[in-house]
């Protein structure tokens, strides 16, 4: 590396930067030689601009990732170096190397509050969800006041085993406090205008108003909720670029439609306050690309939170979450900061997709008992991966797994690599790769005898799509609403034999499930055609019945 550096080229590239002049920045370096053989200083503002540039690829993010390693490796005191390494894993999905890093960094420095927030947030990326609490908890117990990764942490105990809903609600009060804190919030005040509309305004706030599992379950309501009664604004916070051909579906059946996803959060809230709502349903919770901080704040007469979060926020400003009797037993009420709305069935529907691919007997075609789960990798629980080992250990069966994210080559191997420590054969474990078309990924459940839920985070959509194919789902039962989502779906299709109340109990059912040589002739067709006409893709009943909590909460 070049030791000399002239200080008004380093003003410049600055400046560059601040300027967001990335192309000039880009080009003025490459006029010096090749990039690796300049001054540290050089490669890290060089990878800054190609990390921050707006139309960056893939490619780009792992080089810049390469190149801020190289000026860390030459001075390991550039923490800055570092802790971008650590930004553009969260993107590059590339966390090993960078993971083991920050634990040197941390074995010299226990009390580096941004490495400890760090090394919590790539575990929990990696579905490492009991390690990632263990320094969550150091991070608040050193830094009681400390909001970052607080999110991070509360999505972490919904995915961990051995955390109860207690445990998660203190956590969920005390970030609210800080965060209520942080805005003033016993400041804001907020005046609904009850004489203004004409009818009730009820508004719905997303991010996935576009291609994603939210959209699928939502869009049957807006089809079919009663426009002549209620008045229906969507307000997107989906990025104008990702905008699909379901994100003008959706506009096409509301009333009115904003794109807010640049609005910074007073300005948001301002906008929605001048919206003059009646409802405003939060469909995404602390899920990501939130405005939870917005609704904090206030913006609707009533606010509640549905279908993207299925627990409560702790936060003082949602006043209902809707759900059903299934979830949330009636002594439980008191766990949620928010007063529950119950739905008579079942808290959410899927409509039937329209190219529904037929059901086939590829299953029993190689004479091997096929077990299966399409859910999120990080809702692998190690208590999932222990149970599952045992069932695999006892039977002649192979496990299929799909996640429905891209680029998760690190979440497979960290999977992987836990059943094989419990004993499983690598021939038992098979990786299907994410499919863009729906119906190709359909395709994909012909290839399964039975659908082995995860816990204590269950599917949702991969349990409706499951069912819809044939194919029984065998789930654990609950703590909390999230817990027994499962358990929700099975009951309101009459599946009460594939619920399982504890770990020797979820074993000794799928045992017996795979030692049935007809179980595929009990479900199939059958089980799809009951799936249809049942609670579960009833969309119509639905509305009305969604309808009637909207005037349970305006009455």
Request: net charge positive; hydrophobic share 40%; aromatic share 12%.
């Amino acid at each position: 590396m070049n030791k000399i550096v002239d200080q008004n080229f380093i003003n410049k590239l600055v400046n560059y930067l601040q300027t967001k002049q990335h192309k000039k920045l880009q080009l003025e370096v490459k006029l010096l030689g090749k990039i690796e053989d300049q001054h540290p200083i050089i490669i890290f503002y060089y990878a800054v601009s190609l990390s921050s540039y707006e139309r960056v690829t893939k490619e780009d993010l792992l080089y810049a990732t390469d190149l801020f390693e190289k000026v860390y490796l030459a001075d390991k005191s550039n923490l800055l170096a570092l802790h971008n390494m650590v930004r553009l894993s969260f993107t590059t999905k590339k966390f090993f190397k960078v993971k083991k890093y920050v634990e040197e960094e941390i074995e010299k420095n226990k009390k580096n509050e941004k490495l400890i927030e760090s090394l919590a947030m790539i575990n929990h990326f990696l579905g490492n969800d009991d390690v990632s609490i263990k320094y969550f908890k150091d991070l608040y117990k050193k830094f009681p006041e400390h909001l970052g990764g607080r999110i991070t942490f509360i999505t972490s105990l919904q995915y961990a085993s051995n955390v109860n809903q207690k445990e998660y609600l203190n956590e969920c009060v005390n970030y609210a406090g800080l965060l209520e804190k942080h805005l003033n919030i016993h400041k804001q005040y907020f005046q609904f205008d009850s004489k203004k509309n004409k009818k009730p305004k009820i508004a719905f706030i997303s991010a996935d108003f576009k291609k994603h599992s939210i959209s699928r379950f939502f869009t049957h309501l807006l089809s079919n909720i009663n426009k002549k009664e209620f008045e229906i604004i969507l307000i997107s916070n989906v990025n104008i670029k990702f905008k699909d051909e379901i994100s003008e579906k959706l506009k096409k059946l509301a009333d009115e439609w904003f794109d807010i996803r640049n609005y910074s959060d007073d300005e948001l809230t301002n906008f929605i306050r001048s919206l003059n709502v009646d409802i405003l349903i939060d469909l995404s919770g602390y899920t990501l690309n939130n405005r939870h901080k917005v609704l904090a704040r206030r913006c609707a007469k009533n606010q509640i939170v549905w279908l993207g979060f299925n627990n409560t926020l702790g936060l003082k400003n949602y006043d209902y979450l809707i759900a059903d009797k299934n979830l949330i037993m009636k002594n439980e009420e008191k766990m949620y900061k928010e007063k529950i709305l119950f739905l008579p069935k079942i808290w959410n529907v899927l409509s039937v997709p329209e190219n529904l691919p037929s059901i086939t007997d590829d299953k029993i075609k190689n004479n091997i008992f096929t077990f299966g789960s399409f859910n999120n990798f990080k809702k692998i629980s190690n208590d999932t991966i222990e149970v599952w080992s045992k069932i695999l250990k006892e039977n002649n069966s192979q496990l299929i797994l799909k996640n429905s994210f891209p680029d998760s080559e690190e979440y497979k191997n960290n999977i992987y690599n836990k059943f094989i420590k419990q004993g499983v054969s690598e021939k038992q474990i098979i990786f299907l790769d994410r499919e863009k078309m729906e119906d190709d990924h359909y395709k994909h459940y012909n290839k399964i005898n039975l659908a082995l839920d995860t816990f204590p985070y269950p599917g949702v959509t991969t349990s409706f799509e499951s069912i819809l194919m044939g194919v029984p789902v065998l789930t654990m039962n609950g703590f909390n609403f999230n817990s027994r989502c499962g358990v929700s779906i099975n009951k309101n299709i009459g599946m009460l034999d594939f619920i399982a109340n504890n770990h020797y109990e979820y074993v000794s059912i799928a045992k017996k499930m795979s030692e049935d040589h007809e179980l595929h002739l009990k479900n199939g067709i059958k089980l799809r055609e009951k799936a249809i006409n049942s609670a579960l893709f009833d969309t119509k009943l639905f509305a009305k019945e969604f309808e009637k909590v909207l005037w349970k909460v305006l009455n």
